[in-house]
């Protein structure tokens, strides 16, 4: 595997489920992101994590929750999840700051 | 105003044609510039990326950044049907993690 890998690459699921994103990263950048893709709006930072602590919180929903175990991995914890949180949620990572960003494939996720 | 702005087009273009594609921002601490390519049902692939003021060129891509006018520029020389896709600006501060995204501008190049 190389560069940043994600899954599912897609995902359905109603408001009252949990689930769960994947991010790897095959870089050996220090830093990772979450971030949100709607249609014709711009991405949208959700969270970012450097050397594994959480150093960025968007003002997201306390529905979604991130985890970063290490360095290389990086997840998206979903639960009771709105229609208006389908989109496409993008993986990315740097080394350092401001490093320029790999992103990886995405999830696109649809809520019923 | 949001600080960073960019036509979401679509631009057609023919073939061969140069096409630029541009930015303008508000917020003057930007120093780090990156272009952005996305295809449909993918996920942005890094094009370009540099600091501060000045132009850098990567083969049939060329990027610009005007800092005193607070605009930059993509330029693709010798345009291909297989550029056709959506063209993402982005912008950071030196030493924060945040970047901020353009909407991005959907590119078509007919054959």
């Given at each position: 595997?190389?560069?940043?890998?994600?899954?599912?690459?897609?995902?359905?699921?109603?408001?009252?489920?949990?689930?769960?994103?994947?991010?790897?990263?095959?870089?050996?950048?220090?830093?990772m992101?979450?971030y949100?893709?709607?249609?014709?709006?711009?991405?949208?930072?959700?969270?970012?994590?450097s050397?594994?602590?959480?150093?960025?919180n968007?003002?997201?929903?306390?529905?979604?929750?991130?985890?970063?175990?290490?360095?290389?991995?990086?997840?998206?914890?979903l639960?009771?999840?709105?229609?208006?949180?389908?989109?496409?949620?993008?993986?990315?990572?740097?080394?350092d700051?401001?490093?320029?960003?790999?992103?990886?494939?995405?999830t696109?996720?649809?809520?019923? | 105003?949001?600080?960073?702005?960019?036509?979401?087009?679509?631009?057609?273009?023919?073939?061969?044609?140069?096409v630029?594609?541009?930015?303008?921002?508000?917020n003057?601490?930007?120093?780090?510039?990156?272009?952005?390519?996305?295809?449909?049902?993918?996920g942005?692939?890094?094009?370009?990326?540099?600091?501060?003021?000045?132009?850098?060129?990567?083969?049939?891509?060329?990027?610009?950044?005007?800092?005193?006018?607070?605009?930059?520029?993509?330029?693709?020389?010798?345009?291909?049907?297989?550029?056709?896709?959506?063209?993402?600006?982005?912008?950071?501060?030196?030493?924060?993690?945040?970047?901020i995204?353009?909407?991005g501008?959907?590119?078509?190049?007919?054959?």
């Amino acid at each position: 595997e190389t560069g940043v890998t994600q899954t599912p690459r897609h995902l359905v699921m109603g408001m009252t489920n949990k689930k769960s994103l994947k991010c790897e990263q095959h870089l050996g950048h220090n830093a990772m992101y979450w971030y949100k893709q709607s249609a014709k709006k711009p991405l949208e930072l959700m969270f970012v994590y450097s050397l594994e602590e959480r150093v960025e919180n968007n003002s997201v929903p306390s529905r979604f929750s991130p985890e970063c175990p290490n360095s290389s991995h990086l997840f998206l914890h979903l639960h009771t999840l709105q229609p208006e949180d389908s989109a496409l949620y993008l993986c990315a990572s740097s080394q350092d700051s401001p490093g320029a960003q790999y992103f990886g494939p995405g999830t696109r996720l649809l809520v019923l | 105003q949001k600080e960073v702005e960019q036509d979401p087009g679509p631009l057609s273009v023919p073939e061969g044609a140069i096409v630029s594609l541009n930015c303008t921002y508000s917020n003057s601490a930007f120093q780090y510039f990156m272009w952005y390519r996305q295809y449909s049902r993918k996920g942005p692939e890094l094009l370009m990326y540099t600091y501060s003021s000045g132009n850098k060129e990567d083969g049939r891509f060329t990027a610009q950044v005007d800092k005193s006018s607070k605009y930059i520029s993509l330029f693709i020389r010798d345009s291909q049907p297989s550029d056709s896709a959506t063209y993402l600006c982005a912008m950071s501060t030196t030493g924060g993690f945040k970047t901020i995204f353009g909407a991005g501008t959907r590119l078509f190049v007919k054959a």
